[in-house]
Structures are given as C-alpha cells and as structure tokens.
C-alpha cells in the first residue's frame, strides 16, 4: 500500500518539473527575442548617425546617406489592431517565412524602421513584424493564414493604396510603381500576399525619379532566413 502511495507522488513531482522548465525556456525565448531587437536597434543608431526632424505628416529621420524614415508609431497596440492582428507573448511557430520590402520616394530610399509590430515594454509582438531596418518582414504566426503588404503598412502607420504611399498621393506627375521579384504588378499593392522570399518594391515619384531607381529583382538572404 505504502509503495502504490508513492507513486502518484512522485508522478506530480516530475508534473510540476516539467511545467516549470517549459515556463522557464518560454522566459529564456522571449528575453532572447527583445534583447535582441534591442541591441539591434542601438547598433543601427550608432553606425547610422540618425539626424531626427519633425514634419506636418508625423517624426521623420534623415540618415547620413540621405536616405528617409517613416518611423515606427509610437502606439503599437493600436497599429496592429488597425492591421486585424493581435499581439503575442512569443513569435509563432506555425508560420515562419520572411519577405524584404524596398521603398523609394520622390528618388530616395526610404528605411523601413526597426520595431514595427514589437512592443519593447509590454515584450509583445505581432505575427507580423521588423525586428532591424534592413528591409527584412518577419512573418511568424502561430497560424497558418495569409498576410498582406497593406497589414504590414498599417502596422507602420504608413497608408498604402494604388494612389498613395504615406503621405504622397499619385498624380498627374508622380506615380507610384509596384514590383514584386523585379516584375512591375499592377492593382492595389496594399492587397499583395506576402509569400517566403519575396522580393517587393515601392517606388514613388516622378517619371525621371522612378526611371532612375535599380529596382532589385531578389534579396541576399542570410543564412537562416
């Protein structure tokens, strides 16, 4: 009797080791995933030299480069709920593929900013999200579902539509060119699926501006991506 005693006993015990190990690797995984996106982002601002001013159409930065930045908003939260989406405790494992985005406005590149869809202080995270300002999207739901290039846009409070990108609207000497893979697409960009590896660019601006973009046709993926 004593011996049949023991036995749920110990069964609990190995229960609750069990359980505390997975929240424990479940802590080690989110620390991981915002210690990273932090270091990052201070890295970029170190080599960048990102000079900040403010415009009537929201925070910009100009890098040394020339380059532009349509900064990450502020309130996350709301921008991923505006997108469909909701914030995660932890990336998704059901989905994990990446596209890159290029964008270029009235002739220069525009950076796609570190932090879009992450939520440092709360460590939350959207299936859908920038973790650097390389261009690279991360998608990592734990659903399989699709996403579009007009959630990502929205996540980054940037208006994205057949005649708008941001704060610039087409007209009868500016327009705006959409290509995925090297290969101009016509329609609302905002309704683009993303799938694995896509290469997708945004070039607005007048014709001679557009004509003398290198729209890239691939991106060199890193290892692991």
């Known amino acids: 009797m004593a011996g049949q005693s023991k036995k749920p006993a110990a069964a609990d015990r190995r229960a609750r080791i069990a359980e505390q190990q997975a929240a424990e690797r479940a802590r080690e995984r989110r620390n991981k995933i915002f210690m990273g996106v932090g270091a990052a982002v201070v890295a970029a601002g170190v080599v960048g030299g990102v000079v900040l001013a403010t415009s009537g159409s929201g925070t910009k930065a100009t890098a040394a480069s020339g380059a532009m930045n349509w900064a990450a908003p502020a309130d996350t939260d709301a921008a991923v709920k505006a997108a469909g989406l909701s914030m995660l405790t932890a990336e998704g494992t059901a989905m994990h593929i990446h596209v890159h985005l290029d964008v270029w406005a009235d002739g220069k590149k525009v950076t796609v900013p570190a932090l879009v869809g992450i939520n440092e202080g709360a460590q939350t ?101």
């Open 125 to 225: 995270i959207s299936p859908l999200h920038t973790h650097d300002d390389s261009g690279v999207v991360h998608i990592e739901s734990p659903k399989i579902q699709d996403f579009t290039l007009g959630q990502f846009t929205t996540e980054w409070s940037v208006p994205l539509s057949s005649a708008q990108l941001g704060p610039l609207k087409t007209d009868s000497g500016h327009a705006l060119k959409v290509y995925v893979n090297g290969k101009e697409t016509s329609g609302d960009p905002s309704k683009l699926v993303l799938h694995a590896h896509d290469e997708i660019a945004l070039v607005y601006g007048t014709p001679s501006e557009n004509a003398g973009v290198q729209v890239p046709s691939s991106y060199a993926w890193p290892s692991g991506l």
